[in-house]
């Protein structure tokens, strides 16, 4: 069974970083696509940023382009969103899924979603 288990969530001061984790597990790291996404209570689901093995791209929304970066390591089946110059708009429960094997381009999921998989969050929290 595919497993997404979220972690690195907690409270920052508006400025810092935060680097979650997606620990993955149930499947070969070598075909997926694997995006974080964000939800604030009342609003919409946003796609925050994707990452495939196999086209190896990367995709981001453009409130947390240039502040986030997105990277595999795939010998730990984890992925990883660092995120820097954290706002109190980034203040959200963040989600990682996964589509495993990996059917649409990355810039899809974030649009669209699609991804079969979801972990159950961790909550980021930025203070000012």
Same mark, same amino acid.
């Given at each position: !069974?595919?497993?997404?288990? !979220? ?7 508006? +400025? +810092? ?14 075909? =997926? ?9 009342? #609003? !919409?689901?946003? +796609? ?13 929304? !453009? ?16 992925? =990883? ?22 059917? =649409? ?13 979801? +972990? #159950? ?8």
């Amino acid at each position: !069974e595919v497993q997404l288990v !979220e972690s690195g969530g907690g409270l920052v001061q508006a +400025g +810092g970083s935060l680097r979650l984790s997606c620990a993955a597990s149930g499947f070969t790291f070598d075909d =997926y696509a694997i995006g974080w996404f964000r939800q604030v209570p009342g #609003k !919409e689901r946003e +796609g925050v940023s994707c990452i495939s093995s196999r086209d190896s791209g990367t995709s981001y929304s !453009e409130s947390v382009k240039g502040r986030f970066t997105i990277s595999s390591d795939n010998a730990k089946n984890t992925v =990883y969103l660092q995120m820097n110059s954290l706002k109190a708009e980034d203040t959200a429960v963040y989600y990682c899924a996964a589509d495993v094997p990996q059917y =649409y381009s990355c810039s899809y999921y974030l649009t669209y979603y699609g991804m079969d998989y979801w +972990g #159950k969050g961790t909550l980021v929290t930025v203070s000012s």
